[in-house]
């Protein structure tokens, strides 16, 4: 028991690199609130868009999607990182993983907005056209409200498993909290830190998941 | 767009790293093979804990699922590969992917599994009991079936995300695709060996991808 | 009992048809209909009423023909459809209410958005067109929150806010509980009496004997045979509209 007290929770290491991880965890959140706010808002549109109905345009977003759900975000973060530069293209890792994790989450939120504006009754559409609303306003003021509405549960559980993915930054050298944790537990040769790191994402995103199954049982989304 | 080619789609060094990706394909495969059904199988239990009956089995299944869904893999991971030899547990990469894999997935498995089982009708499960089958029967040939068969799309949708995780064991030096595409990248300064892992990759899910689309614009109409 | 202006069409159909693929729904229709007329559609399910109706104010798209709203062009290129489907209101069977918004909601939203009226003068007029349907009180609720007969209410004054000419109404009643269709024919009576221009596809005939100043009867996408409802209910002239009132009485 004191062996694992030592290794797991040490306090003189938790102490010692606590703010190292308390910094990781502000730039865990800032990223995350950025991804989410990005890619749900990108991957919106992209469905929006798509309801036009313009043919090469639908196709170019649903090839967009496939591939990238279709992707290990962990590939594109190190296409991206070690690629880009060899072309002129560098960016700081944590932009990196920034952008991926965006189009990954506009990809899928694009599939999900659009099952949800694809559920929406067809006699929706049809009372606010016969009123005089233009597409666009219909789309806008009638259809995508309900559409969003419909979808908050898949929505909710996508955007979670995505910002999860912030700690991949650590492959690439984001100084985000599992980036932190690893440093300091090669530092200390301690596993302490980790624990911590494991609980700053616990104390994170365990909120979260319960709030999306919370959210599961008020709406129900299409087909269920 | 010369710089472009040469830096992505350099076939002469896709040929060169060809064998040693597909040998990473390879465990790719493997690893898949060995956590999706284990993962499937923690799930069940997971998920008929947490419709169970008993109070204290229903938390403690939930508690579970929301435990590992809230976590990410790759810290699970590290945890496991990098934290427990201090503890003198020192696990192979392989072992350490499968117990944090199997723990993930089991996670979201749970999850959908026990949406497909409160689909189901009570009525089904009291027709079954009422001809006498017991409660392992009726959930085996009655319940669990038509459980399934409501949540296919998302099994199948956790199925490629599980595929797609795998890429995560890179990080502890296991020798899957991605792993086998970043050596040859850091050997050769070039990322035309990750565009060879992610060709690979949409070859493997892509139609998967396709397949479950149809499947829930069926279920949806 | 009519009040209709013979002379004066707020509502012109002319020459229309309409297929599916191969499958020709509406043959050759010519309808006009007065101001302040109320024009009863009968006929058996399939026949093309809805279909009719719906060409109205271009929710399908018609083949050929001409509709004209108030002496103006409805089909044909470089007509501003939002605009002169402001002159149409249109009732469905389904009622179509916005379910994230209240009754207010639903009123104003093409007020203030098509109209582009602000949001108090937008408000006034809904709260008007509610209260002519008798919902002042349910403004603020949402549709869920309404009965079958209370949400059709709603839907006309959605429709009436916006001052229309004519209003289409399709089959209005016939997805409520018996006991709320009074409400709504109520409703469409009072809507009548104020000089409203109306086409309604409807099955209830007690209604139809009592408010309308004509029949239309229509069959395999033609209009078979109209005329006021003492003709066509006590005397029909055609073979299919004497089979179809038969069965319809049981
Ligand atoms: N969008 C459509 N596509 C194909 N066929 C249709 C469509 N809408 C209606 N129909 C067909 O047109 C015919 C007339 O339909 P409808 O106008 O709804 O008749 P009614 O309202 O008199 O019952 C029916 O046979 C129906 O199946
Ligand atoms: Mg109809």
């Known amino acids: 028991m004191d062996v694992f007290l030592d290794t797991f929770l040490n306090p003189a290491v938790l102490a010692k690199y606590a703010p190292a991880i308390l910094e990781g965890a502000v730039v865990t959140v800032i990223l995350s609130v950025l991804i989410v706010l990005s890619g749900i808002a990108l991957g919106t549109a992209l469905a929006c868009l798509r309801a036009y109905r313009v043919r090469p345009v639908s196709a170019l977003i649903v090839v967009y999607a496939d591939i990238l759900r279709a992707l290990p975000p962990l590939v594109l973060i190190l296409l991206f990182f070690f690629g880009l530069p060899n072309v002129g293209v560098t960016l700081s890792a944590s932009l990196v993983l920034y952008v991926v994790l965006t189009l990954v989450l506009a990809a899928f939120a694009e599939e999900i907005v659009w099952a949800g504006i694809t559920a929406t009754p067809k006699g929706q559409w049809e009372a606010a056209r016969s009123t005089g609303l233009g597409f666009t306003q219909a789309l806008g003021h009638v259809v995508l409200p309900q559409a969003v509405r419909m979808v908050i549960p898949p929505l909710t559980n996508r955007a979670i498993a995505i910002t999860k993915m912030t700690a991949l930054g650590m492959v690439i050298g984001v100084p985000d909290i599992l980036g932190q944790a690893t440093t300091a537990q090669s530092f200390s040769a301690n596993a302490s830190p980790l624990t911590l790191a494991a609980a700053a994402y616990l104390v994170l995103f365990l909120p979260f998941v319960i709030a999306s199954r919370w959210l599961e049982a008020r709406f129900s989304g299409p087909g269920g | ?221 | 009992m009519s009040d209709a202006r013979p002379g004066h069409p707020a509502l012109q159909v002319r020459a229309l048809n309409k297929s599916f693929g191969t499958f020709k729904v509406l043959t050759d229709i010519d309808l006009s209909v007065d101001q302040s007329e109320m024009v009863f559609v009968l006929g058996p399910s399939g026949s093309g009423k809805s279909t009719m109706l719906r060409c109205c104010n271009r929710l399908e798209e018609p083949d050929s023909g001409e509709i004209l709203v108030g002496g103006a062009p409805l089909t044909g290129s470089g007509v501003n459809l939002n605009a002169m489907r402001q002159r149409i209101g249109m009732v469905f069977q389904s009622f179509n209410l916005y379910p994230h918004l209240t009754a207010l909601g639903n009123v104003t939203l093409a007020l203030r958005r098509v109209q582009k009226l602000p949001r108090e003068t937008a408000e006034a007029a809904a709260r008007e067109a509610l209260d002519r349907v008798g919902l002042a009180d349910r403004a603020g609720h949402h549709p869920a929150q309404l009965s079958g007969g209370q949400q059709q209410r709603v839907a006309i004054a959605r429709a009436l806010a916006l001052r229309p000419e004519v209003m289409l109404f399709d089959e209005p009643t016939s997805a409520l509980d018996p006991e709320l269709v009074g409400d709504v024919l109520a409703v469409m009576r009072d809507v009548k009496a104020q000089g409203m221009t109306m086409l309604v596809v409807s099955h209830e005939m007690k209604f139809a004997r009592d408010a309308a100043d004509r029949v239309i009867f229509m069959d395999g996408g033609r209009i078979v045979e109209q005329g006021t409802p003492e003709q066509v209910f006590g005397a029909p002239r055609e073979a299919r509209t004497r089979a179809f009132l038969g069965r319809l009485h049981g």
């Open chain 2, 1 to 221: 767009m010369d710089a472009i080619l040469a830096q992505f789609f350099n076939l002469e060094i896709m040929a060169k790293a060809l064998p040693l990706v597909l040998k990473g394909l390879g465990v790719t495969l493997l690893i898949c093979a060995v956590v999706i059904p284990l993962g499937l199988a923690g799930g069940l239990l997971a998920a008929l804990g947490s419709v169970s009956r008993n109070r204290a089995l229903r938390w403690a299944s939930i508690g579970f699922v929301d435990f590992f869904r809230a976590l990410p893999p790759l810290v699970l991971l590290i945890f496991i590969y990098a934290g427990l030899p201090f503890a003198g547990l020192r696990l192979s990469p392989f072992a350490a992917v499968t117990i944090a894999f199997f723990l993930n997935n089991s996670a979201y498995f749970a999850e959908i599994l026990r949406a497909g089982l409160l689909s189901v009708p009570r009525g089904q499960g009291e027709a079954a009991r009422s001809t006498g089958m017991s409660a392992t029967q009726t959930l085996a040939w009655v319940t669990l079936p038509q459980a399934v068969r409501n949540v296919l799309p998302d099994l199948l949708s956790n199925a490629v995300e599980i595929v797609k995780l795998t890429s995560l064991a890179s990080v502890v030096s296991l020798g899957e695709m991605l792993h086998a595409a970043g050596l040859v990248r850091s050997i050769t300064y070039n990322a035309s060996p990750l565009m060879l892992a992610a060709g690979l990759y949409l070859v493997l899910l892509w139609p998967l991808i396709r397949v479950i689309g149809r499947f829930e614009r069926r279920i949806a109409s």
